[in-house]
């Protein structure tokens, strides 16, 4: 059974920092290429970054580059966000996907407020 589960969302104050991750199952995850999407309300889902299967090639939202970092651990089957100097319009619902010629596979989604 696929499943992509990520955590790590909350409620943080502008300038703050949190660190989301996906951790996947019931595929090989080192053949996806992953990357984190958000949605904020009445917004269509935007991609926010992109890590290529070896994790040897990423890219980036310009809204989000130098401040947000995209890894993966193939080992331990688990992709991370870092996001730093977190802005309010960074409050979205995160989620994870992953893709690859064949299949398209997708988290529920942690939420990220951005709050004073």
């Known amino acids: 059974q696929v499943q992509l589960v990520e955590s790590g969302g909350g409620l943080v104050q502008p300038g703050g920092s949190l660190r989301l991750s996906c951790a996947v199952s019931?595929?090989?995850?080192?053949?996806?290429?992953m990357s984190w999407y958000r949605q904020a309300p009445g917004k269509e889902r935007e991609l926010v970054a992109v890590?290529?299967?070896?994790?040897?090639?990423?890219n980036y939202a310009d809204s989000v580059k130098g401040r947000f970092t995209i890894s993966r651990d193939n080992a331990k089957n688990t992709m991370y966000l870092q996001m730093n100097s977190l802005k309010p319009e960074d409050t979205a619902r995160y989620y994870c996907?992953?893709?690859?010629?064949?299949?398209?596979?997708w988290g529920r989604g942690t939420q990220v407020t951005i709050s004073s």
């Open positions: 996907n992953a893709r690859n010629t064949y299949w398209d596979y």
């Open positions: 019931g595929f090989t995850f080192s053949r996806f290429d």
């Open positions: 890590s290529t299967s070896a994790g040897d090639n990423t």
